[in-house]
Every structure is written in C-alpha cells, then in structure tokens.
C-alpha cells in the first residue's frame, strides 16, 4: 500500500492531505492563528473550584476557561505541583531534572478536588482535547511528551509497552532496554514503531524528549499565567513523527520554506527517509495537479457516492452523527434484495471507515444499513467495520448490528471535526440568488481582456478560470484563444481551477499579482 503526504502552505495555513493508494484518508488545515493544540502544556491559573462537579476550571488564555476534572488530575499531581513552585520561585537554584527531587504521596482517587486546588492557584496543565464549538479545552495533569519512539512521562517510574507490540521477547527486550537508560524521575511509554529498533535510535529520542522538557522548564522559570511551555508539533510534524514508515513513498510540498523545515525534521527522526521529500514547483496548484482537490468537493458533502451506486446521506446533531445508507441504482444489480443489501453495505463500511478518519468525526456515530435478514450478513459486516477502522489512530467502540439494523460507533473527539464547505457561493452575486446570465461569462471576460490589454498596456497575462471554461475557450480550431490573439495582438495563457466556481474567474499579470477588474464587470 502507497502512502503519500501533501503539505500545501497558504495565508490561513498549510493544509494537509494524507493519500493512500491515491484516495484521500486523512485532510487537516494547521490553522496559524489557531493557539491550542493536543499536546501542549501550558501554565494555566485555577479561576474557579467547582465542588458540585469535582472539577476546576482553568485560564490556559481561551475565551471559556479550559476544563479539569479530578480524575485527570493523575497520583503525582502533588509532585508536579511542588517542583513547578520550586522552578518558579526558585529560578537560578532549582534543578530542571527530576534525579534527586523528593517525590510527594499519592492522591486518593476518590477524592475531592478542594483538596488539592484553591483559586489563583498556578498549575502545568497539558491540552488532551481542543475547543470545540462553545466549549473550552480540556486538560489534563498527567504530563507526557511524545516522540516517535517513546513517550516520556515526568514523575513516574513505570515502563510500558505498546499491545500493539505482540511477541513476548521483544516486549522484555524493550523493557530491559528502556530501565537501562531511561533518566530518574521520568517513565517511559514504548510505542508501536519502536518495534526491532536498536538501543541507539531509542536514546536518541529519548534523550530528544529530555531535552525538550529542560527547555520547558527553562522556560517555566520566567513563565507568567496563560504562557505556553512545552509546545506540540505542527500537524504536519505530528503525523509524520507518527506514521512515517516504509510504505511512504512521497512527502511533497510547494514553498521552499516548507521543504527546509520538513528535511530538516526527517534527518532528525528519518534520515533515510529524506530522498522521498519533493519540493513542487509547478505553476498548476499542488492540490489540483495531484487530484486532491477534486476529491475534497466530492467527499465533504451530506451525500457521498459508493462505487457500486449506492450513496451514504452524512447528518450532524448536537449529541451525535447519523449517517444513512441507501442503495441508489444498485438495487437493480443484484439478482435478490439480501444479495443487494450485503454488496452495498459492504462498499459501505469500508466508505464510512474512511469518511470517519478523512472528517475526524467524534462522540457517537449512529449508522442505518440497508435491512439484511441473515444474522451471518450482520455479523459479517460487524467483523468488516473492524476491519476497516483497524488503521484508525483515534479510540474507538463497534457495537454489533442492532435487530433494527443499526450499529452504534464512538469515536475518541479531540478536535473540531473538519468540516469543508462544498456548497459554492456563486462570486457574482456572493449568495444572493440572482447573477448575470452565465451565456455572457464569455463576453464578459472577453471585454476585461480588451480593457487590461490595450488601457492598461499589460501584455502577459493569465486567466485563470473553471475547467468548463477552460475547455470552451482552448478547444477547435480556431479556438475562441487564438482569435483573443489575432484581435488583442497579445497570446493569453489560460490555467484551470476545479476549486472555481463555473462564473469565476481572473486575470494574474507576469509578476504573479491579481489584476483588479472589479471596475470592469460593471
């Protein structure tokens, strides 16, 4: 199986496309301005106790103050608690390493949150869900920093292993390994990729997580409330930090500052993976040239498209998602309503696996298949879910068909889920339901060539346009471009956009600037 990742920078973000065997299984936009993510550790102030539900909450610097709950406080919060006020008061004397420090008793887990904070109190907190929609973060003090081996955990002594990892020896290897090296004071979770590596490449990253906590808490020393100080990677980084392996075959990118950084990162964690990085340079959009475009407006609306010709209608409500599953044209493919009611409910779970990942939906998923009288059909389509959510990162839970013909889904929601408009607002009239005839696009565009060209003397020009338009205006000969030559005296380079709407149009001069016509189409 291929894997391939795209990293296109914009002026809101880089968005990213995670592709396997060519089909979209993974799209997130790495907002600039967006400040919290999974993983960052932060120093927050206690705003307010809250006895009612054993939870506090806590400025980390967002418009609603984050959420903490006793059960995440973690047994060495009283621990975590003494050796940031020693960092904090203390900034020249205190040590930034755990060896040596006195650790306190654990907290009773039954017990009451007044008992370990008080208001204006200050606490490392780290996020373990974004905000999402009127809610605030939510945190947790049970600190980890993860590498791409390794997680590192402060104020723990425990080695674990990935379940993932199966064989019993090389579990008790890792084990021996991790206790050998690993530093006082910190535990150390090993993750799945970590499997058969040699004790040099562990150390390498563990001694990369230790440094990056003694930064942080350099950092702590002069921190103040709200102060961000140990920073999760970009998303970019954190994908490949966690599924860089041997089936990728292609990382590319489309500015030169994208490339340095992400070489940069691969000859820290993978340098034999740094040959695959490609820098695309092309005048044709990243995102258009490698079909991803295409894919985003056909796999993000309420209706989704089955191979077989089926389709899936996608719902949101407040509490949960509810996607239905209908059979479309199928339904005169197969010679009976069970044979016709299994081949799409199959295409279907495998649709639906990857339309969870691709839109990061989270809570509860409630999913209507199509009737199937056999309990041999359900339960094989219980068993293909599995399956096919086998590659999903995220947490989750398959119930068995109901007799209704209903599976319930949970899937672990630490960030907004994404959500791309599909629906186009028609540029002439920006949604208000009346435009010029589309007959005079055409004309229209015919008329700003002759305005650009010969009152405002600019000769190399592009237009860029809609497919549609592209074809109507390149095709035949002569096409409708050759006859712009003869009559302007100025060749006319046309370029396609599938993101356009088929009204929407314009003009970029030589330098690459947009040309204003505004003034023009009136």
Same mark, same amino acid.
């Given at each position: 199986m291929?894997?391939?990742?795209?990293?296109?920078? =914009? %002026?809101?973000?880089?968005?990213?496309?995670?592709?396997k065997?060519?089909?979209?299984?993974?799209?997130h936009? #790495?907002d600039?301005?967006?400040? &919290?993510?999974v993983?960052?550790?932060?120093?927050?102030?206690?705003?307010?106790?809250?006895p009612?539900?054993?939870?506090?909450f806590?400025?980390?610097?967002?418009?609603?103050?984050?959420?903490?709950?006793? !059960? #995440?406080?973690?047994?060495? $919060?009283?621990?975590?608690n003494?050796?940031?006020?020693?960092?904090?008061?203390?900034?020249?004397?205190?040590?930034?390493?755990?060896n040596?420090?006195?650790m306190?008793?654990?907290?009773?887990?039954?017990?009451?949150?007044?008992?370990?904070? +008080?208001?204006?109190?200050?606490?490392?907190?780290?996020?373990?869900?974004?905000?999402?929609?009127?809610? *605030?973060?939510?945190?947790?003090c049970?600190?980890? $920093?993860?590498?791409?081996?390794?997680?590192?955990?402060?104020?723990?002594?425990?080695?674990?292993?990935?379940?993932?990892?199966?064989?019993?020896?090389?579990?008790?290897?890792?084990?021996?390994?991790?206790?050998s090296?690993?530093?006082?004071?910190?535990?150390?979770?090993?993750? /799945?990729?970590?499997?058969?590596?040699?004790v @040099?490449?562990?150390?390498r990253?563990?001694?990369?997580?230790?440094k990056?906590?003694?930064?942080?808490?350099e950092?702590?020393?002069k921190a103040?409330?709200? #102060?961000?100080?140990?920073?999760?990677l970009?998303?970019?980084?954190?994908? !490949?930090?966690?599924?860089?392996?041997?089936?990728?075959?292609?990382?590319?990118?489309? /500015?030169?500052e @994208?490339?340095?950084?992400t070489?940069?990162?691969?000859?820290?964690?993978a340098p034999?993976?740094?040959?695959i990085?490609?820098?695309?340079?092309?005048?044709?959009?990243?995102?258009?040239?490698?079909?991803?475009?295409?894919?985003?407006? /056909?796999?993000f609306?309420?209706?989704?498209?089955? %191979?077989?010709?089926?389709?899936?209608?996608?719902?949101h +409500?407040?509490?949960?998602?509810?996607?239905?599953i209908?059979?479309?044209?199928?339904?005169?493919?197969?010679?009976?309503?069970?044979?016709?009611?299994?081949?799409?409910?199959?295409? @279907?779970?495998?649709?639906?696996?990857?339309?969870?990942?691709?839109?990061?939906?989270?809570?509860?998923i409630?999913?209507?298949?199509i009737?199937?009288?056999?309990?041999?059909?359900?339960?094989h389509?219980?068993?293909?879910?599995?399956?096919?959510?086998?590659?999903?990162?995220?947490?989750?839970?398959?119930? %068995?068909?109901?007799k209704?013909?209903?599976?319930?889904? +949970?899937?672990?929601?630490?960030?907004p889920e994404?959500?791309?408009? +599909?629906?186009?607002?028609? %540029?002439?009239?920006?949604?208000?339901?009346?435009?010029?005839?589309?007959?005079?696009?055409?004309?229209?565009?015919?008329n700003?060539?002759?305005?650009?060209?010969?009152?405002q003397?600019?000769?190399?020009? =592009?237009?860029?346009?809609?497919?549609?338009?592209?074809t109507?205006?390149?095709? *035949?000969?002569?096409?409708?471009?050759?006859?712009?030559?003869?009559?302007?005296? @100025?060749?006319?380079k046309?370029?396609?956009?599938?993101? &356009?709407?088929?009204?929407?149009?314009?003009?970029?001069?030589?330098?690459?600037? #947009?040309?204003?016509?505004?003034?023009v189409?009136q």
């Open positions: 291929s894997t391939e990742l795209y990293i296109n920078s =914009t %002026p809101k973000g880089d968005r990213i496309a995670l592709l065997d060519k089909r979209l299984v993974e799209c936009l #790495d600039k301005g967006g400040s &919290f993510t993983g960052d550790i932060y120093l927050g102030m206690v705003k307010k106790v809250v009612g539900l054993n939870a506090a806590i400025d980390v610097g967002y418009e609603k103050d984050a959420f903490l709950h006793y !059960l #995440d406080l973690g047994p060495q $919060i009283r621990s975590l003494k050796f940031s006020k020693n960092v904090q008061s203390n900034p020249k004397g205190a040590s930034l390493r755990l040596g420090f006195k306190e008793s654990d907290i009773d887990k039954n017990g009451k949150i007044v008992q370990v904070l +008080t208001k204006g109190q200050h606490i490392l907190v780290q996020i373990v869900k974004e905000p999402i929609s009127s809610k *605030g973060p939510r945190l947790s049970e600190l980890s $920093i993860a590498g791409r081996y390794i997680v590192l955990v402060p104020f723990s002594k425990a080695v674990s292993v990935s379940k993932k990892i199966a064989s019993k020896e090389e579990r008790n290897r890792l084990i021996r390994l991790m206790n090296i690993k530093p006082e004071g910190f535990g150390v979770i090993v993750r /799945t990729v970590a499997e058969g590596k040699e @040099a490449e562990l150390d990253d563990l001694k990369n997580l230790v990056k906590w003694d930064d942080g808490m950092k702590l020393k103040r409330p709200c #102060d961000v100080v140990i920073g999760e970009d998303r970019a980084a954190s994908i !490949l930090r966690d599924m860089l392996n041997e089936s990728f075959d292609s990382i590319t990118v489309d /500015t030169q @994208a490339f340095d950084e070489r940069n990162y691969l000859r820290a964690i034999d993976k740094e040959k990085l490609k820098l695309h340079n092309n005048k044709i959009k990243l995102f258009e040239a490698a079909g991803i475009e295409k894919q985003i407006k /056909t796999l609306g309420k209706s989704v498209s089955l %191979p077989g010709g089926g389709y899936l209608i996608i719902e +409500t407040e509490a949960l998602h509810v996607i239905d209908n059979s479309g044209n199928k339904s005169n493919a197969e010679s009976n309503q069970e044979d016709t009611a299994m081949s799409v409910n199959i295409e @279907a779970a495998k649709e639906m696996a990857r339309q969870l990942r691709l839109r990061d939906m989270g809570g509860i409630v999913v209507d298949f009737d199937m009288k056999h309990i041999e059909n359900r339960k389509i219980y068993e293909r879910m599995r399956d096919e959510m086998a590659q999903d990162k995220a947490k989750h839970v398959i119930l %068995p068909l109901s209704f013909g209903l599976m319930q889904i +949970t899937r672990e929601r630490v960030r994404v959500n791309i408009k +599909t629906v186009e607002v028609c %540029p002439t009239c920006n949604g208000s339901g009346t435009i010029s005839a589309s007959i005079g696009i055409p004309d229209m565009i015919e700003n060539l002759d305005f650009i060209i010969n009152k003397n600019e000769k190399q020009l =592009t237009l860029v346009v809609h497919p549609f338009l592209y109507h205006f390149t095709a *035949g000969f002569p096409s409708i471009r050759m006859k712009w030559y003869f009559k302007f005296k @100025a060749w006319v046309i370029e396609k956009d599938s993101s &356009f709407a088929l009204t929407e149009f314009r003009f970029v001069n030589k330098q690459g600037i #947009d040309i204003e016509i505004n003034t189409q």
